[in-house]
């Protein structure tokens, strides 16, 4: 195959294997051990001769149904994973067929915008004024590192400095404040953003991480009326609990610091009158992250940034070039808004799986994943063996094999190898954390698909194999 102009006739066989194989896979991911046992290794070697398009596929698929951990799929409950809407999937298939280039209006006046709409539908479910500025990314940690992108070029103008053009030099360090929720992308954006990785200053007031408000308020007095970000967690990955966001907001905007909120998954509680509370405050914050690949559920990868501040969100990440352009109007160039330019048509998933099930199909999933995830609570509650170690404000659920007479240091290392076991059996998926000092276990629910049946499997299993570990027959039911 010298050439890839002289594949061009497989190009529709290409489709149709892809559809059909497509059917096969999902028909069967209710079902799949999640991970499955592995074997076809993919060709290692850049072949001098390609085998053309159809040959390729083929050995793709071949691999892929070995070696692909059906994380797509209801029963994977491992960090906070989404699965892919039908309409998602149609979307990001076309979001591939059409190939457009979402970096301004005249690269794609479509994907451009229907971003613009997507972002704006978003910020309608989210509770986020409309008129703040908006950007698709690749995912909460792109988005953590847009929102403090400006917070950080705000935080030099405030020293009459623009950063982004002259650097850091001669600054003091940038104070940053968050709970102990705060999570690991946005450490890794503040070291990627020169402010550092150390600089956060972790106010807790128990070993939960749960944030010291008042520690707070003196730390920001401190600053004497100096700038400083604050990070607050919406949705904390082992517990699914939420810093005080209004208490914050007030406590910011009191002491002109910066708010970011890191809502990667938290922020979807406001699609639900349920859980809407533990937004409260969002609309006072300054920038906001958010992922689309959780519970959205559309295709890795996709995420959403808010910034309060259009000119500072746009000053970070401007980047004029003769052959790029001018947009004459006022419309958004979001490849001027995050960190990629030339950037896939995102908005094609997020218009299509929000137009397909609306506001109320949203509120519906995640309704039901309050309920699984209640559901599963009370299941670990009277389960003798198993200990919960958090409250269940959302969609996560945090708890420990125990059974009675084991010794407290012994648990860690029960409940890591039970971890491991679990991954191994593949019927459920989750790994272990540390949680409050104790190696725990913390299933997200957050996929479409997810049912009762899912879900009940969580506890049975643990329980089955945490007493095979311990010799111990293994519970009834
Ligand atoms: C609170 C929070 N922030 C950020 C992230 C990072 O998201 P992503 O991996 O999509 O970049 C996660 C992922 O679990 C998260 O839970």
Same mark, same amino acid.
């Given at each position: 195959?010298?050439?890839?102009?002289?594949?061009?006739?497989?190009?529709?066989?290409?489709?149709?294997?892809?559809?059909?194989?497509?059917?096969?896979?999902?028909?069967?991911?209710?079902?799949?051990?999640?991970?499955?046992?592995?074997?076809?290794?993919?060709?290692?070697?850049?072949?001098?001769?390609?085998?053309?398009?159809?040959?390729?596929?083929?050995?793709?698929?071949?691999?892929?149904?070995?070696?692909?951990?059906?994380?797509?799929?209801?029963?994977?409950?491992?960090?906070?994973?989404?699965?892919?809407?039908?309409?998602?999937?149609?979307?990001?298939?076309?979001?591939?067929?059409?190939?457009?280039?979402?970096?301004?209006?005249?690269?794609?006046?479509?994907?451009?915008?229907?971003?613009?709409?997507?972002?704006?539908?978003?910020?309608?479910?989210?509770?986020?004024?409309?008129?703040?500025?908006?950007?698709?990314?690749?995912?909460?940690?792109?988005?953590?590192?847009?929102?403090?992108?400006?917070?950080?070029?705000?935080?030099?103008?405030?020293?009459?400095?623009?950063?982004?053009?002259?650097?850091?030099?001669?600054?003091?360090?940038?104070?940053?404040?968050?709970?102990?929720?705060?999570?690991?992308?946005?450490?890794?954006?503040?070291?990627?953003?020169?402010?550092?990785?150390?600089?956060?200053?972790?106010?807790?007031?128990?070993?939960?991480?749960?944030?010291?408000?008042?520690?707070?308020?003196?730390?920001?007095?401190?600053?004497?009326?100096?700038?400083?970000?604050?990070?607050?967690?919406?949705?904390?990955?082992?517990?699914?609990? !939420?810093?005080p966001l209004a208490e914050v907001a007030e406590l910011a905007g009191a002491h002109?610091?910066?708010?970011?909120?890191?809502?990667?998954?938290?922020?979807?509680?406001?699609?639900?009158?349920?859980?809407?509370?533990?937004?409260?405050?969002?609309?006072?914050?300054?920038?906001?992250?958010?992922?689309?690949?959780?519970?959205?559920?559309?295709?890795?990868?996709?995420?959403?940034? !808010?910034?309060?501040?259009?000119?500072?969100?746009?000053?970070?990440?401007?980047?004029?070039?003769?052959?790029?352009?001018?947009?004459?109007?006022?419309?958004?160039?979001?490849?001027?808004?995050?960190?990629?330019?030339?950037?896939?048509?995102?908005?094609?998933?997020?218009?299509?799986?929000?137009?397909?099930?609306?506001?109320?199909?949203?509120?519906?999933?995640?309704?039901?994943?309050?309920?699984?995830?209640?559901?599963?609570?009370?299941?670990?509650?009277?389960?003798?063996?198993?200990?919960?170690?958090?409250?269940?404000?959302?969609?996560?659920?945090?708890?420990?094999?125990?059974?009675?007479?084991?010794?407290?240091?012994?648990?860690?290392?029960?409940?890591?190898?039970?971890?491991?076991?679990?991954?191994?059996?593949?019927?459920?998926?989750?790994?272990?954390?540390?949680?409050?000092?104790?190696?725990?276990?913390?299933?997200?629910?957050?996929?479409?698909?997810?049912?009762?049946?899912?879900?009940?499997?969580?506890?049975?299993?643990?329980?089955?194999?945490?007493?095979?570990?311990?010799g111990s027959t293994a519970p009834a039911g």
């Open positions: 195959m010298p050439d890839p102009i002289s594949d061009r006739g497989e190009l529709n066989e290409v489709l149709r294997l892809v559809q059909r194989e497509a059917e096969a896979y999902l028909d069967g991911i209710d079902t799949a051990p999640v991970r499955p046992p592995g074997g076809l290794e993919p060709e290692a070697a850049l072949p001098s001769d390609g085998v053309g398009s159809l040959q390729a596929i083929s050995e793709l698929i071949a691999a892929s149904v070995d070696g692909a951990t059906r994380s797509t799929g209801p029963r994977y409950f491992h960090y906070v994973t989404g699965g892919v809407t039908p309409a998602a999937l149609g979307a990001d298939w076309l979001a591939s067929t059409l190939d457009q280039h979402a970096y301004n209006w005249v690269g794609s006046p479509f994907a451009s915008r229907l971003e613009q709409i997507s972002l704006g539908w978003l910020k309608d479910l989210f509770g986020i004024p409309a008129a703040w500025s908006a950007v698709l990314t690749t995912g909460a940690t792109a988005s953590n590192f847009v929102g403090l992108a400006a917070a950080r070029r705000w935080w030099g103008l405030k020293h009459e400095v623009d950063i982004d053009s002259e650097g850091f030099a001669g600054l003091p360090p940038l104070p940053v404040f968050a709970s102990g929720y705060l999570h690991a992308s946005a450490v890794k954006a503040l070291g990627m953003l020169g402010i550092g990785r150390r600089q956060p200053r972790i106010l807790t007031r128990d070993a939960a991480g749960r944030l010291d408000v008042a520690a707070l308020a003196a730390a920001l007095d401190g600053l004497g009326g100096k700038p400083a970000i604050v990070i607050a967690t919406a949705g904390d990955v082992n517990t699914g609990d !939420f810093d002109g610091a910066w708010m970011h909120v890191d809502g990667a998954f938290g922020l979807f509680a406001a699609t639900s009158p349920q859980t809407r509370h533990l937004v409260r405050g969002i609309e006072a914050a300054d920038s906001v992250a958010v992922d689309g690949h959780k519970w959205l559920n559309v295709p890795y990868e996709s995420g959403f940034a !808010f910034v309060r501040d259009p000119v500072v969100h746009a000053g970070a990440f401007s980047a004029p070039a003769a052959y790029l352009g001018t947009e004459a109007t006022a419309r958004p160039v979001f490849g001027n808004l995050s960190p990629e330019m030339s950037r896939r048509a995102r908005a094609l998933p997020v218009w299509a799986t929000l137009r397909a099930y609306g506001r109320e199909g949203y509120r519906a999933m995640v309704e039901r994943h309050l309920r699984l995830a209640q559901r599963v609570a009370r299941q670990v509650d009277e389960s003798p063996d198993l200990e919960r170690l958090a409250d269940v404000p959302l969609n996560v659920v945090c708890f420990r094999f125990h059974p009675p007479g084991v010794a407290e240091n012994e648990l860690h290392n029960l409940n890591r190898t039970l971890g491991e076991l679990i991954l191994e059996d593949g019927r459920v998926y989750f790994g272990t954390t540390d949680y409050a000092g104790k190696v725990a276990f913390r299933p997200a629910i957050v996929n479409w698909r997810t049912g009762e049946d899912d879900v009940d499997l969580i506890v049975r299993v643990v329980r089955e194999l945490g007493a095979r570990l311990v």
